[in-house]
Nanobody, 118 residues
Framework: QAQLVESGGGLVQPGGSLKLSCAAS????????MKWWRQTPGKERELVAT????????TYADFVKDRFTISRDNAKSSVYLQMSSLKPEDTAVYYC???????????WGQGTQVTVSA
């Protein structure tokens, strides 16, 4: 059974940093593109960052460029999101997502809360 488990969320002051982790199991992690999304109450889920299966291509939403870094370790079946220079508007539940364009398979984690507040 495919599973994604996020960790690393919490409360941080503006300007601070956090690193989110997502551990995958139950599917061929190495062939899936991995994405981080976020959602706040009353708003649609928005894409934050994507990394391709081999880790060679990374893309970011404009609102996190130069502040967030996505990475993956296929040997550990894990993906990460290093967040720095955090702003109150980054407060959201962050979700890990695995997507394979060929099979159209997609899996979601349960989310981890990130709160940026003084």
């Amino acid at each position: 059974q495919a599973q994604l488990v996020e960790s690393g969320g919490g409360l941080v002051q503006p300007g601070g940093s956090l690193k989110l982790s997502c551990a995958a199991s139950g599917f061929a992690f190495r062939i899936f593109d991995m994405k981080w999304w976020r959602q706040t109450p009353g708003k649609e889920r928005e894409l934050v960052a994507t990394i391709t299966s081999g880790g060679d291509t990374k893309t970011y939403a404009d609102f996190v460029k130069d502040r967030f870094t996505i990475s993956r370790d296929n040997a550990k079946s894990s993906v990460y999101l290093q967040m720095s220079s955090l702003k109150p508007e980054d407060t959201a539940v962050y979700y890990c997502n695995a997507h394979d364009s060929w099979s159209r398979s997609t899996y979601w984690g349960q989310g981890t809360q990130v709160t940026v507040s003084a």
